[in-house]
């Protein structure tokens, strides 16, 4: 299987630059994974789609203004952290840029003050693990929400000026590095009516880092290594997916992240229970599903790891298909782009 296989041809216009106004009025696509029938709808045409008994699942994770400026306390010199992952309280793995002089024990300031920072190791890949500190009365994500921005991709190049945006109208356990982009499209009135509708809704955790979307270099894509990422089900996720498949309906995964935890955990342990922990899970075709019957996701980088789940999912003629008939159609691509349905 090589990564070349999972290329197309995408128009720079197409990629998506801004969320829309309305959340639920993106386009909605649907594939059949059966048939590969595909229609075109909207997104708040959504409860159409599904029926009572049927079960989303959500990714409640939310972004973290994780970028931020500072300086060189012996130097002054300007820096730009991204962080990644949070190993301890204040102890997290950041990305570095200039990284050169980022060397063992070289301290940093953000906000005038408000936080800083000292390097404590570095990793192979160039990565930096540094011990933040402020003041006793402030955490963290606080500071963070007063001085970071959004970590954005590097193909959305206009400035997002509402940061609320970034995040999904569900998201609640901070700590994700990166959006989980299908849910972008609900808005509580739209979860109000699909739960009305006899619909459940539950909510997984999985904190999105940003070796999700590191390219596929390897020519061989089994050659490629996942980041691995945190994940928690509750009890009661657990209960309502067990009882869902018991009684006949459907799960269906909001993004890639929600399906990734679904079926880490049927894989991990054999069944859907509560479970904490890692996963560095890489679905691509020949993947035979455990837990998802659906996927709600939005239109994937070409020759990403995610393009190779949703053609594992719904087939790969199919998936290849459905992408040359959004460039067609001139759906809206990536991050703040429109969405598909695969049931």
């Excluded at 790891?305 to 199919?318: E, P, Q, R």
Aim: aromatic residues 10%.
């Amino acid at each position: 299987m090589l990564r070349s296989d999972f290329y197309y041809d995408l128009p720079k216009e197409l990629i998506a630059q801004h969320p829309l106004d309305q959340r639920d009025h993106s386009r909605l696509m649907t594939l059949d994974r059966k048939t590969g029938e595909i229609s075109h709808r909207h997104f708040y045409d959504l409860p159409s789609l599904l029926k009572p008994g049927d079960l989303l699942v959500v990714n409640n994770s939310r972004v973290i203004p994780a970028r931020i400026y500072g300086t060189k306390k012996d130097t002054g010199s300007h820096v730009e952290f991204l962080l990644l992952e949070q190993k301890e309280q204040d102890v997290w793995e950041i990305l570095v840029k200039p990284g050169k002089k980022a060397k063992l024990g070289v301290q940093y300031t953000f906000g005038d003050g408000l936080l800083e920072a000292e390097v404590l190791d570095i990793f192979e890949d160039g990565n930096r693990l540094v011990r933040f500190s402020h003041a006793p009365s402030r955490d963290i994500y606080s500071i963070l929400d007063e001085i970071g921005q959004m970590p954005l991709p590097p193909y959305i190049t206009e400035k997002l000026e509402d940061k609320e945006r970034h995040q999904t109208v569900y998201s609640k356990e901070e700590g994700s590095a990166a959006a989980p982009t299908a849910g972008l499209h609900f808005t509580p009135e739209l979860m109000d009516k699909i739960r009305a509708m006899g619909v459940n809704i539950a909510e997984v955790t999985l904190h999105v880092g940003l070796g999700t979307f590191r390219p596929v270099k390897e020519d061989n894509v089994l050659d490629h290594k996942m980041h691995s990422e945190h994940y928690h089900i509750s009890a009661e996720t657990a209960k309502l997916i067990n009882e869902t498949h018991k009684n006949g309906g459907r799960v269906i995964a909001v993004g890639t992240t929600s399906c990734r935890t679904l079926e880490s955990v049927a894989t991990f342990f054999g069944e859907i229970k509560e479970a904490d922990g890692w996963t560095d899970i890489f679905i691509y075709p020949g993947y035979p599903f455990k837990c998802i019957d659906g996927l709600i996701t939005n239109f994937h980088l070409p020759e990403s790891t995610l393009i190779m789940l949703v053609s594992a999912l719904a087939g790969y003629d199919h998936i290849m298909n459905a992408y040359h008939v959004a460039v067609q159609e001139k759906y809206r691509f990536f991050s703040f782009g429109d969405a598909m349905l695969i049931s």
